[in-house]
């Protein structure tokens, strides 16, 4: 019975139904660890892959995604139009806020005001660079217009990304190439790569950084990475989950008011499920990517960027900041709080930043990460 409802889980969007969930609650702990560990092996990961399942998961992930495209370009365009209207600035995402990036990678210990100057910094015009999830390729337009990047090839699973990218990409020498990381690479040879939020939606971490590593030692490649690597699934831990509460509380009402105006007396965190059935892979293998990364690169640099606590909060009350001066101090509790617990172990550390060269033929990492 046991093998049996092992099985099942392989092959279901991850206990999206009620029945499933109430079935998982009641598994004994040994048998939930059996399941969860499930995409450790290479067996487990190539059958998984292999499976009628997993193509079901990647067009759902694709569908997610493309519309996920769709609306940031249609708010990115709102936005153009608030500012020119002199609107209250609105943000996608809270590393856009100027003070929060500052003080976030300040209190990393980057000596840069954002990543693009600190890869800059190392004084390299790259011949060509592999952009893995480009998503609706921003990045490319930077590395390009930064002079960063001779030429950029950029790939994402969702096809309609890659057809409005191509068709508006004008005369930039990017390639952007519909493929699925789990199962191979653009056919090529690459000085650089540059992985930005998108190695944590990947079930095969292992294979990807083997083909990487062999794809970059030619040329003495370097690995830029920003990513997620905390708790699978974004799931928070208990301590996590008590903090946010706790700092919740005390925020003022003007913070905690959503889209609509309402005050929200509790910050919603959703749970493995909810996320799942939104996209099946966020996060899938996300405690395992450091450890997949050290046995195929050596990592010269790495920045804790936090986000335990910073990246729901600052999510939840971005919009809400009319300007830096007035809540500067609300900014810095929190990841003064954040950066406390995560020396102390009691939080893990969600992202990283950091730049890596494929380790010799025949050796794994041993760099610290």
Known sequence: MKILLAKIMDFLPYFMSKPIRWVWRHLPPRDKRLILGKLNTL????????????QDFLKIEANYWASEHLGQAATSSACSSNDSAGSRQ????????????????????????????????????YRKALVPGAGNGAHCYVLMEMNIAKHVVATDIDEDSALAF?????????????CDLNLDLPNSYYDACFAFHSLHHLVDLEGFFARLR???SKHDGVLFIEEYV????LTPTKRQTREIDRIWKTLPDKLKRDE????????????????????????????????????????????????????????????????????????????ERE???????????????????????????????
């Open 214 to 216: 062999n794809r970059m």
């Open 43 to 54: 067996e487990s990961r190539s059958n998984f892959i292999n499976s009628s399942a997993y």
């Open 90 to 125: 609105s943000y996608r995402h809270y590393m856009e806020h100027p003070y929060i990036k500052q003080q976030i990678y300040a209190r990393a210990g980057l000596k840069y005001p954002d990543i693009w100057q600190w890869i800059k910094s190392n004084n390299n015009i």
């Open 339 to 369: 950066k406390q617990l995560a020396l102390n172990r009691v939080l893990p550390n969600c992202y990283v930043l950091l730049r890596a060269r494929p380790a010799p033929q025949g050796d794994g990492g041993d760099g610290d990460v």
């Open 260 to 335: 609509s105006g309402r005050v929200r007396k509790k910050l919603h965190l959703p749970d493995r499920w909810e996320v799942q059935r939104r996209t099946p892979f966020e996060s899938i293998r996300s405690t395992q990517i450091l450890a997949a990364l050290s046995d195929h690169f050596l990592v010269e640099e790495r920045y804790e960027l936090g986000g335990a606590l910073s990246s729901p909060l600052f999510s939840a009350i971005i919009n809400n900041l009319d300007s830096e001066e007035c809540y500067a101090h609300v900014i810095d509790q929190i990841l």
């Open 166 to 178: 191509n068709a508006t990409k004008g005369e930039l020498n990017v390639d952007y190439k519909v």
């Open 230 to 233: 905390g708790p699978d699934f």
